[in-house]
């Protein structure tokens, strides 16, 4: 069976990534969502260069009357990845901008997958898998990323109170908690963290990979793999909870 999976962010990253590795090795019909429909279409054409099948259609997932709109159109979903999300500085003594974008990032990263879920379950049935895209920052915190850090520690726990509410419906959810990724949230995090404690964007990549305990940053590819596994129809062990993708940062 070809099974259709929905992924949010598959223009970039860990997004693009899974796209590229379900096309490759399911054939699975994806459908991408994100807000550069031209960036989404780069990705869904190098899936259909290589023989594979992939629409894209343009939606911020803070949009709850866009997502129904394009959720009400779709195929069946066997499958749905949130995989959309922002980054960024937000210290508690801030400027002024800092509170909207508290609030942007929440929005994005916490109640983005919540709306998403929400729009596309209707188009799910049992055999159904869903994976939220949290991080190593929805397991600890770390100074200057209070939103981040609430959103993504947020997003666990509504895949651990999905998993049950929807384990009946035979659709499994679970949370993946990647650490560092190289993309452009990555480099962008690093730049910003770098600035803000007086280093070069080299001696804290250097810092953050000796932080690792496999001392390095890792592949999109590699996150698409793990999140690839909880997809798998395969999978009926692992329910509500959250795969660390983190070369052993976090053993919890
Ligand atoms: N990179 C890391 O080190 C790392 C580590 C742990 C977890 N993560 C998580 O992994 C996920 C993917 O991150 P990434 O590193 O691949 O980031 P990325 O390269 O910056 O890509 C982010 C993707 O999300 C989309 N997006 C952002 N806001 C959106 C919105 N409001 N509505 C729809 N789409 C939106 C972007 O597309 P548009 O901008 O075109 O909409 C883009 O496709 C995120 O949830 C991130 O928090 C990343």
Redesign the pocket.
């Given at each position: 069976m070809v099974r259709t999976i929905l992924i949010?962010?598959?223009?970039?990253?860990?997004?693009?990534?899974c796209a590229l590795h379900l096309a490759r090795s399911e054939a699975a019909r994806l459908i991408l969502?994100?807000?550069?429909?031209a960036?989404?279409e780069a990705t869904a054409e190098t899936i259909r260069r290589a023989g594979g099948s992939a629409e894209t259609h343009s939606?911020?997932?803070?949009?709850r009357t866009r997502l129904a709109e394009v959720a009400g159109a779709l195929p069946p979903l066997h499958g749905l990845v949130?995989?959309?999300?922002?980054?960024g500085m937000t210290p508690v003594d801030g400027d002024g901008d800092t509170d909207a974008f508290f609030d942007q990032i929440l929005?994005?990263?916490l109640t983005?997958?919540w709306n998403t879920v929400r729009a596309c379950l209707p188009r799910m049935g049992a055999g159904g898998r869903i994976v939220l895209?949290?991080?190593?920052?929805?397991r600890f915190g770390v100074p200057g990323y209070g939103a981040?850090c609430a959103?993504?520690h947020g997003?666990i726990g509504l895949a651990k109170a999905l998993a049950l509410e929807l384990i009946d419906r035979g659709i499994v959810v679970n949370a993946?908690?990647?650490?560092?990724?190289?993309?452009?949230?990555?480099q962008?995090?690093i730049r910003q963290i770098a600035a803000a404690t007086g280093q070069t964007e080299a001696a804290f990549r250097a810092q953050a990979e000796a932080a690792v305990p496999v001392k390095r940053?890792?592949r999109?590819e590699e996150?698409a793999c793990g999140i690839a596994w909880l997809l798998d129809p395969a999978n009926t062990m692992q329910v509500g909870q959250c795969l660390n993708?983190?070369g052993g940062a976090v053993q919890a």
């Open positions: 949010t962010g598959g223009s970039r990253g860990i997004g693009r990534a969502l994100g807000r550069d429909v960036a989404l939606a911020d997932v803070t949009d949130a995989a959309a999300g922002i980054s929005g994005a990263d983005g997958p895209v949290s991080s190593v920052l929805g981040y959103a993504k997003l993946v908690a990647p650490g560092w990724v190289d993309t452009d949230m990555a962008t995090g940053f890792f999109p996150i993708l983190d």
